[in-house]
């Protein structure tokens, strides 16, 4: 009757030995918060029920609480008549007083007749719309957790025979009244240019002159492309894989994910929560190429970002120096577990060149052995020259050393490095 309310309780009695409660359902209910949930009693003939709404409180000519579900006992064979009373009750004012308002209250009359056929009512009741609340569907924003960039959101339900009227409103609170005026008898609504945020959808429908419950469907709307960032990097030219950092944000959906690209490559994927983190690229050669990010918010707009990134020639030089001292490393490592073994395979293999040397000086003398000469000066030969080769590779590795050390302090991977090739160095020409 005017006042907007927040709250509402009662009691309803009823005669339990001709009709009993069989469901009490809060669906489509103008209420959101139960301080004490509808429960009902068979045995006494009664139901309780205390609820409310945040503010701005329900303001309206039919607010659904409940649907209460009646059966006629299979015990009454006799004619005859029930009441379903409120007793007693309150509706509170969205005044921050809690004012009572409520004037008068109602009751049903119901008729029974035997076999339960006919079954009709009276009273207040009986003006409540039985179709419901309506089910709302979108074709542009069906997922109401998901955003979307798109301004113009199309819906739409399913409109009952019953229906002569159908009152909507998009509103950013999410318990609107669309208010008492038809926009039509229509199933579908569409709507432009609607406001970036969490909207809502609300519709009822009319029977006769009486509006039913509404309808509320959320709806989330992002067309802003998340907020320009920087890249930074965080690494030297001397690094072979390059770091950057990146992170951007948005306002309303958030980011979802980045794609980074190196020059014309392709895209990849990198997950939301990489960002403010190192990321490392990896360039295939010397040069200068241009590292893009693409942050992507939750509806799909997305911004890029873009820097030069550089690799010299020094960080390739370090790259390869490393696999050198990994080799070598493994090479030491190999001869000091199993030195043994490879001396006795040298031994061994010495004693058989000798034993085929006497042979061949027995057999013939002239032409085997000096076959046989021929053969292991030939090995040999090879041998001192791939000892040679390792031992001048090295040499040159410490001369490149030396010379930056010329230009600049070595660090002290570098001269670890350096000790450990004149040690390979010293321990080859000992072999």
Do not use: C
Not at 363 to 372: G, P, R, V, Y
């Amino acid at each position: 009757e005017g006042p907007a309310i927040n709250a509402a309780q009662g009691s309803i009695v009823f005669d339990p030995a001709k009709v009993e409660v069989t469901s009490i359902s809060k669906s489509g209910s103008i209420f959101n918060l139960w301080t004490q949930e509808p429960t009902s009693s068979n045995t006494e003939g009664s139901i309780t029920f205390e609820g409310g709404l945040p503010n701005p409180g329900y303001s309206g000519t039919s607010g659904l609480i409940l649907t209460i579900s009646f059966r006629t006992k299979t015990a009454t064979t006799a004619r005859g008549s029930t009441l379903v009373t409120l007793v007693s009750g309150a509706i509170l004012a969205n005044d921050g007083l809690g004012t009572n308002i409520l004037t008068s209250l109602g009751k049903l009359s119901i008729t029974i007749t035997p076999n339960g056929d006919n079954v009709s009512g009276s009273g207040e009741a009986s003006d409540i719309p039985t179709s419901g609340a309506p089910k709302i569907e979108s074709s542009t924003h069906p997922d109401s957790t998901k955003w979307y960039s798109n301004t113009n959101p199309v819906f739409s339900w399913k409109l009952p025979s019953s229906v002569n009227g159908v009152s909507y409103l998009i509103t950013t609170s999410s318990n609107s009244n669309p208010g008492p005026k038809s926009d039509g008898v229509v199933s579908t609504a569409t709507f432009t240019d609607i406001a970036e945020g969490t909207q809502y959808l609300h519709v009822k429908f009319r029977e006769g002159s009486t509006w039913g419950p509404i309808a509320h469907y959320q709806f989330n709307i992002d067309k802003s492309k998340p907020s320009d960032f920087e890249i930074r990097l965080v690494s030297t030219t001397e690094d072979i894989k390059p770091q950057i950092t990146f992170e951007a944000s948005d306002a309303l959906s958030g980011i979802d994910y980045y794609e980074v690209q190196i020059g014309d490559g392709a895209w990849d994927k990198v997950y939301g929560d990489q960002a403010g983190k190192p990321y490392a690229i990896s360039f295939d050669q010397v040069g200068t190429k241009t590292v893009s990010v693409r942050a992507i918010d939750k509806a799909g707009n997305s911004t890029t970002s873009s820097i030069p990134v550089t690799v010299s020639g020094i960080a390739v030089s370090l790259s390869i120096v490393t696999w050198l001292e990994r080799v070598f490393n493994a090479i030491v490592n190999i001869s000091s577990r199993y030195g043994l073994l490879i001396v006795l395979l040298l031994a061994m293999l010495g004693i058989l060149i000798m034993i085929f040397r006497g042979l061949g000086a027995t057999i013939d003398k002239a032409w085997h052995n000096f076959e046989k000469k021929k053969s292991t000066r030939k090995i040999e030969h090879k041998a001192d020259k791939g000892f040679d080769k390792l031992i001048n590779d090295m040499k040159e590795e410490i001369q490149f050393l030396n010379a930056i050390g010329k230009r600049r302090h070595l660090g002290a991977e570098e001269k670890y490095l350096k000790s450990k090739l004149e040690q390979y160095i010293k321990s080859l020409k000992n072999m």
